[in-house]
């Protein structure tokens, strides 16, 4: 005779706490109590259930006590209820659900009673005014008598306070003490912070690893800190930056030995990890602009073993080809940054082939913030208008640049102002078709309006003098990504029968409001205008608006636009990349 089986079930016992807590204190309860943390953990049992409800009580105050709650009301209640059977045998067998419930009441946060902050070492001997202050980092102490005290807040501070020293001239600062006096009763705190300043020190000579291609010329000529210039973080953080800037370098550190060092001349630490001196790269793209793209690109940054660099750029797009070769030098002893080019253009817009063939020559010189250029270049131009006759143009010319870079990020601006004007001339009727003067500038401002609201002006003019001479290269036109959205490239000018060519004049300008909805990704509206004519009688604006979408990539702003023309009635797809300047 068979017997139906039997089905068992082992009884399951399962864990629940409830916390009913003021909501600023509730999260931080729930997500650093040790008992919330359990209560998923297959290592749960009734042992680990028990120590947990006897910790608990002091695990809450330790943890409100870091936001300033030092009197709290605690309550602990514990309830056990069976399930019910398991299943549809016939046993005893039950679930077992145990539940804590904390109730808290946090009391009376601290506040901030008192604060005594103490320098001692060379610092507190300097001469007042003298960087850095110690009344001016008492005055910037980020806690004020009357704020509620928290750990993180008084951890954040002393951090703060700390760095103020080791930023400038005192790199081995530390805080020799510290106290938050707590008066549970009277619900005050008093801070006490005392700070060592240790000596103040001055750069030494540089020291460079890493180099075995490139002559050590490249770092010690763009090296802004001379010996004996006072310590400064700062500087090192710019050294580094403009030695990674040159292109030579794929990584770049540039820290100072203070440890065991002399105060008086502590070593620049410079380490590098070189680049490949041959490059060679290939890639596919599209513009908006011009149109689809094919670009190959050969760079050799150790030309005749003597650290020039040379680029090689030959490029296909649809409505514009060109290679261009460019040798830039590295930057000397005096801080020039001399290059020299050559390039073979063709550009078809709008009715106008342009075809040109130039050489020149250039020097830079000065810190972004303020970089200045000059330049001699010769242009050979053929141009070919629909229904016109072609033209061939040259032209002998000296140029002068002058761009000022007032902004908080290069990358990603979201204050501050870009200003560039550029003037170039054909000073000698024997050395061109005749003499012109072309004037150009460009100002582009950046203003935040909320913290997630920004601001985006831009405004450019240019002047020809002497047209009539001027190679078509030298003339204006108007339209496009990063002008007048809602226009193609360079349909703004001056009608020449089915083509536009350009004008003596030329003005165009943008107002944009971006608002960011996450820490990359915003929407902007925007509204552009400008035109390019040969008088200012016919430099009539245009209008262009629209709305368009941004993300914040590691190589600058990207930018994608649909732009309605107000004069053609047209809509357009715009995209951009970085900042233009």
Not at 98 to 110: L, M
Not at 288 to 297: D, S, W
């Amino acid at each position: 005779m068979l017997m139906p089986a039997l089905q068992i079930h082992a009884a399951e016992t399962r864990y629940s706490v409830d916390i009913e807590a003021p909501s600023s204190v509730d999260d931080l309860l729930k997500q650093h109590l040790e008992i919330m943390r359990w209560l998923n953990s297959p290592r749960m049992n009734n042992a680990e259930w028990h120590r947990l409800l006897q910790s608990t009580p002091r695990n809450i105050e330790d943890l409100l006590a870091t936001e300033g709650y030092f009197s709290p009301v605690i309550q602990q209640s514990i309830d056990s209820n069976s399930e019910g059977k398991v299943g549809d045998a016939p046993s005893n067998t039950q679930n077992i659900l145990h539940t804590a419930k904390f109730t808290v009441d946090p009391g009376t946060a601290v506040t901030i009673q008192d604060i005594d902050i103490h320098f001692i070492g060379p610092v507190s001997q300097q001469p007042p005014g003298e960087k850095p202050d110690p009344a001016q980092l008492k005055d910037n102490w980020l806690l004020k008598p009357g704020m509620r005290f928290s750990q993180d807040r008084w951890a954040s501070a002393k951090r703060n306070l700390l760095t103020g020293l080791m930023l400038q001239r005192y790199p081995n600062a530390r805080i020799t003490s510290s106290k938050a006096v707590i008066d549970a009763q009277a619900n005050s705190v008093k801070l006490q912070v005392e700070i060592d300043s240790g000596a103040p020190f001055r750069f030494g000579q540089v020291e460079v690893n890493g180099l075995e291609r490139y002559p050590r010329s490249v770092v010690d000529n763009i090296n802004p800190i001379k010996p004996g210039t006072p310590y400064s973080q700062s500087s090192l953080l710019f050294f580094q930056s403009e030695l990674q800037a040159t292109g030579y370098f794929s990584n770049v550190e540039v820290t100072s030995r203070t440890d065991d060092a002399d105060p008086e001349a502590a070593p620049i630490v410079v380490n590098v990890t070189e680049n490949q001196a041959i490059q060679v790269g290939i890639g596919v793209g599209a513009s908006t602009n011009t149109g689809a793209r094919t670009q190959l690109t050969y760079q050799d940054l150790n030309l005749f073993n003597r650290g020039w660099r040379f680029t090689n750029s030959f490029k296909l797009e649809q409505k514009a080809q060109s290679l261009n070769s460019l040798i830039r030098l590295p930057t000397d002893k005096n801080g020039y940054r001399d290059s020299l080019n050559a390039d073979l253009n063709r550009i078809d817009v709008e009715g106008q082939t342009t075809s040109t063939l130039g050489t020149g020559v250039k020097r830079s010189w000065g810190p972004r913030t303020f970089e200045q250029t000059i330049g001699a270049a010769y242009l050979l131009e053929h141009v070919a208008v629909a229904g016109s006759e072609s033209q061939n143009n040259y032209a002998a010319t000296v140029s002068y640049g002058l761009t000022l870079r007032r902004i908080d990020s290069e990358l990603n601006p979201t204050r501050g102002y870009l200003f560039n004007t550029q003037f170039t001339s054909a000073p000698l009727d024997v050395m061109a078709n005749g003499k012109f003067l072309q004037s150009y500038a460009k100002v582009q401002a950046y203003y935040p309006i909320t913290r997630s609201t920004q601001l985006i002006t831009r405004l450019e003019g240019g002047i020809v003098s002497g047209a009539d001479n001027a190679p078509a290269t030298y003339l204006f036109r108007a339209g496009g990504d990063q002008s007048v959205r809602g226009y193609a490239y360079q349909s703004l000018g001056v009608a020449d029968g089915d083509a536009v060519v350009g004008g003596r004049y030329m003005v165009t300008g943008s107002v944009e409001v971006i608002q960011w909805l996450t820490e990359q990704w915003g929407a902007a509206a925007f509204v552009d205008f400008g035109n390019a004519a040969n008088t200012t009688q016919d430099l009539k604006p245009v209008y262009g608006y629209g709305l368009g979408a941004r993300f914040k990539s590691p190589a600058g702003p990207i930018g994608v636009d649909i732009a309605h023309g107000q004069e053609t009635g047209e809509y357009r797809l715009h995209f951009n990349l970085g900042v233009t300047f």
